[in-house]
């Protein structure tokens, strides 16, 4: 469960900039980063890309991009390389640090490491962001000369082959996360500290069902409720998760208090509170649409049904809305329903009345009755798991049972 703010019930929200918009999203430089993912499958636009962009914008991209898939190297200290990509005759770098933390980068001294590894940027680019998760990229790996000097003395050789060791795992950590390898998501939840796996719940495997088709897409998320409560730099275990399971995607976290310290390449923030139907309107617009949107917020049911209503419009065709913690419907507090029945004002209400609004073609009512809703239309498939439910969007146009067909109606009077 993740708080967006307004725990208690019936509690006011707080304002938001004395109007209902949506703070600007922080963290990723998108403007930068969405041209690459859009044309990381074809390798003549992506080239187009980086010359736009121009060398040195791009290595900054790829430098983070490698914090984020760079795995803890079990080194004894810090091992620096040189980090080298090229576009015909230029070329631009950054000074890699790996350690057990994992990787950071910086632009200065990148010439001066004892290791150099250099990548083409479009190869590696493609690698990165493009289709497919065992292409290879070709690389070059080149060490200085002291380390293959010949003829050491002892006491040197034995220092230099323990040099040679480090860099070698320190280069072998940069290497793969230069390609793309499946990842577990029940891994990668209880690595960021996300309770989506083996915590509060066990999401993770119906998750990576109804989201291996979005894998290697460059994707637009959402995701309601960032955590870390009113503390400006904590949160967002889960963005950093979907933000390495999904290697191409726009990750959007939104949340009642600022998260500016909640960062990374692909990862933004917004501040709103998600019982406001105009602010969501509103970021669906200005970041939208989503391919996917998750509801990990408040779990308030009003602001479950609210939500629900202001943001599938922004979802596209073929997407997926996701609503968790549906245990919530049954307990009071969170405006549930105590006992066996959700009542229509809960989560669990709304998804039984999406079922009905599945079959409005088969409905058998007055000419006066209300018609079919946006949902009704649009929400053609639905699956539900224990407190965990995805909605897929599409269009609701499938014909009805032949009219000749008895329903069993009695005659309209004369």
């Not at 609210?306 to 245990?327: C, I, M």
């Not at 004002?345 to 999406?354: F, I, P, Q, W, Y």
Request: charged share 20%; proline share 8%; glycine share 10%.
């Amino acid at each position: 469960m993740t708080r967006t703010g307004t725990e208690p019930a019936g509690a006011p929200s707080p304002p938001l900039n004395g109007d209902a918009r949506p703070t600007a999203a922080v963290g990723a430089d998108w403007p930068t980063i969405t041209p690459l993912l859009r044309a990381a499958a074809d390798e003549r636009r992506l080239a187009r890309a980086v010359d736009d962009l121009g060398l040195d914008r791009v290595a900054t991209v790829v430098a983070e991009e490698l914090a984020v898939r760079c795995d803890p190297a079990p080194v004894d200290h810090a091992a620096h390389l040189s980090f080298e990509i090229t576009s015909g005759r230029d070329r631009a770098g950054r000074l890699l640090t790996v350690d057990r933390d994992g990787l950071t980068s910086q632009r200065d001294g990148w010439q001066d490491a004892p290791v150099r590894i250099g990548y083409d940027a479009v190869d590696l680019l493609r690698s990165l962001y493009g289709p497919g998760t065992h292409r290879q990229t070709s690389r070059r790996v080149t060490t200085c000369a002291e380390l293959n000097a010949p003829g050491p003395d002892l006491g040197r050789l034995t220092a230099i082959v323990g040099e040679r060791q480090r860099l070698a795992v320190a280069v072998q950590a940069v290497v793969a996360a230069c390609q793309r390898h499946p990842v577990d998501l029940g891994l990668l939840s209880a690595r960021f500290g996300s309770d989506k796996w083996a915590d509060l719940h066990w999401y993770t495997q119906h998750y990576e069902r109804h989201f291996a088709r979005f894998r290697d897409a460059p994707i637009r998320l959402l995701e309601i409720g960032i955590g870390g409560y009113d503390a400006p730099d904590q949160g967002g275990a889960s963005l950093r998760m979907w933000q390495r399971y999904f290697p191409a995607a726009l990750v959007l976290g939104l949340d009642v208090v600022p998260k500016p310290g909640v960062r990374g390449p692909r990862i933004a923030t917004a501040v709103g509170d998600q019982g406001d139907p105009a602010l969501l309107d509103e970021l669906g617009r200005r970041f939208g649409p989503f391919d996917i949107v998750i509801d990990d917020g408040s779990h308030l049911n009003a602001h479950v049904r609210t939500s629900f209503t202001a943001l599938f419009p922004h979802v596209r065709p073929g997407g997926l809305y996701v609503v968790e913690d549906l245990q919530t419907a049954y307990w009071p507090g969170f405006g549930g329903t105590a006992g066996t029945v959700a009542g229509p004002g809960t989560s669990v209400g709304l998804l039984k009345r999406l079922i009905d609004g599945l079959h409005h073609q088969e409905w058998v009512t007055p000419a006066a009755a209300p018609q079919p809703s946006y949902a009704d239309r649009h929400a053609v498939a639905l699956t539900v798991y224990h407190n965990l439910a995805f909605i897929e969007k599409g269009v609701n146009a499938e014909e009805g049972a032949p009219a000749f067909l008895d329903r069993g109606c009695s005659p309209a009077p004369a």
